[in-house]
């Protein structure tokens, strides 16, 4: 009775599990559905977006053109035009002529410029327009830029540009006010003209957008296109000069072909493998359940691994037949590998200790980049090029950790690369001073000690003066109770607080959770470390200002017993 009821246990639970892997292939063709549209849908909108940022670009220079020639005529007129400031009829009118004449040219040269106008309150008007528009529309922008012209004018930025509605068609204002002469100066752009690849491109894709001013008002294209939500993207917003923002959205019927299609072979998969699967039901229960019951009756009366048991090998598929075998394998060789799994661990944190050692400040080197990128906008070549050669010097001596202790020379010499770099970073902001004698060049320090302290300084010492300065000072102490060299890094910056002090000069090498300056707790503990003492490593507070961290490190010469406790010699 017991076995049968176990078979029939593992029958359900094989059912269950059939239920759940139908289910998660179902879900799997879904996931794979989504994707696969999500991918088009992705290509779709960076394609789009790619195209819509160059007709952006391209408005984008037609407005920063008719800008500079609104500049240019405003400055030609304070300069050259002196004589609509005069009484003198006479001069008033020959300026005016050549202020036209002016006016007509910029129209007739600049492509996309519309009309063009010059009013002083009270007194003229000089509006040029295009060739191509009828009398109407031009006398009817004329009033309205003459009773409006301070509207028109900005009260946020010089270079915004106003959308308003003239008898029912849309145009850009874009005016200077010269106080001094009450003077405006301005043009006017149908936005089919200003927004001409736009448009191309909303009738090419059939899509739609909307232009925003800084002050909400608005120009929209195919506002109303029907757009369906699986055939359409919409686009991010893209800035344009004149405090303008252009909004965006493309049908893409491909898409919702695409998800259909997607759907329908999502529906036939999954028909497809419940009917594999109710077949694989069948011929599993057969060919395996049955074997696999018998296996487990007597897997389950195995105790103790460490003895040497065996189950029956009674299996006749061949397949079964090899677990069989190798479960008594597994079961005597089990206590061996417990114990190379041991060694193994052991092996790891080993490696995992050997790799904190030599590991490679990720922070620098994305900072790094961020440097490089930045100097790639600026057109900085050869600042570049010398850049990288410094990151190359400052990588190899990061790499190349194969000895624990250099030469302080080579720790001077990598921190002077390390400051240089820190330059195209921080220009006139850090300066890094070094002084040591010639007799401590050749000791031997721990690689990256002194690096850490100064990167330490760029951390917490820069920005707090104009200027931050780090001094690092070199030289042999003789002292009753010490004999070797004496290393003092100083900064500038906010210093340590009491707490601090207290904490770092404490002789146990205990670190706390919660401590910031990881950096001097890790050169405290490998100074320790390395070189059996402690006190190596002394914090303080320079005067007037800033940190003081002092480093000592010991002869290594050996001395008879007897002269161990004399002072060291000059």
């Known amino acids: 009775m017991r076995k049968k009821r176990r078979k029939d246990s593992i029958s ?255 529906l036939i998969g999954s028909l497809l493998c419940l009917l594999g699967m109710a077949y694989m039901n069948e011929l599993l229960k057969k060919m395996l359940i049955r074997p696999i019951q018998e296996m487990a009756i007597s897997v389950e009366h195995i105790k103790d691994i460490t003895e040497k048991t065996r189950i029956l090998e009674q299996a006749e598929i061949y397949e079964l037949h090899e ?43 994305l900072n790094a980049i961020t440097t490089v990128s930045v100097m790639t906008y600026q057109d900085r070549n050869d600042d570049i090029r010398r850049y990288l050669m410094k990151l190359s010097d400052f990588l190899r001596y990061t790499i190349n950790s194969s000895e624990k202790l250099v030469a302080l020379r080579v720790e001077l010499e990598n921190i002077k690369n390390y400051a240089e770099m820190q330059e195209y970073r921080f220009p006139g902001k850090a300066m890094v001073f070094e002084e040591h004698t010639p007799e401590v060049e050749e000791v031997k320090v721990p690689r990256f000690l002194l690096l850490t302290i100064v990167e330490n300084s760029y951390k917490y010492a820069l920005g707090s003066n104009e200027v931050m300065q780090v001094l690092i000072e070199c030289g042999r102490l003789y002292e009753a109770d010490f004999c070797g060299t004496q290393i003092v890094i100083e900064d500038n910056g906010p210093g340590f607080t009491e707490e601090q002090l207290v904490y770092y000069n404490r002789p146990d090498r205990i670190q706390r959770p919660e401590e910031q300056h990881i950096g001097l707790l890790n050169i405290k503990q490998t100074m320790a470390l390395q070189f059996g003492q402690d006190g190596l490593l002394q914090v303080a507070n320079a005067i007037p200002n800033g940190a003081r961290i002092e480093i000592r490190i010991p002869d290594k010469a050996d001395r008879d017993e007897k002269n161990e406790d004399s002072d060291c010699r000059r």
Request: hydrophobic share 40%.
């Open 12 to 266: 359900f639970l094989f059912a269950k599990y059939q239920t759940v892997m139908f289910v998660i292939l179902l879900l799997l063709f879904l996931a794979n559905s989504i994707s696969l549209y999500l991918t088009e849908r992705k290509n779709m909108v960076a394609e789009r977006s790619y195209q819509l940022k160059a007709a952006a670009e391209k408005v984008n220079t037609r407005i920063e053109g008719l800008e500079v020639s609104m500049m240019e005529t405003l400055t030609a007129i304070r300069n050259d035009y002196k004589g609509l400031w005069l009484e003198s009829e006479v001069e008033q009118y020959f300026d005016k002529q050549k202020l036209n004449q002016l006016i007509r040219n910029k129209q007739m040269l600049i492509e996309g410029l519309g009309f063009f106008y010059v009013l002083r309150t009270g007194d003229f008007t000089l509006f040029q327009g295009r060739t191509d528009t009828g009398i109407y529309e031009r006398l009817s922008l004329k009033d309205f830029i003459e009773e409006y012209a301070a509207e028109l004018v900005t009260t946020t930025r010089e270079n915004s540009w106003k959308i308003y509605p003239v008898e029912g068609q849309a145009y850009l204002f874009y005016c200077y006010y010269y106080r001094l002469a009450d003077l405006y100066v301005g043009v006017a752009v149908r936005p089919e003209t200003m927004f001409e690849e736009l448009i191309l491109l909303s009738e090419a894709y059939e899509g739609s957008f909307e232009v925003v001013t800084e002050e909400a008002e608005r120009y929209s294209y195919q506002e109303n296109r029907e757009m369906t939500w699986l055939g359409s993207v919409k686009l991010e917003e893209i800035p344009l000069k004149g405090t303008m923002y252009l909004y965006s959205c493309f049908s893409v019927g491909i898409l919702e072909v695409l998800w259909n299609n997607l759907i329908l072979s999502m």
């Open 323 to 365: 677990l069989e075998q190798t479960i008594n394998t597994l079961l005597q060789e089990v206590v061996y590998n417990r114990v190379n799994i041991y060694q193994k661990e052991l092996q790891e944190k080993k490696q995992e200790l050997a790799l904190l050692h030599a590991q490679i400040r990720p922070h620098f080197f």
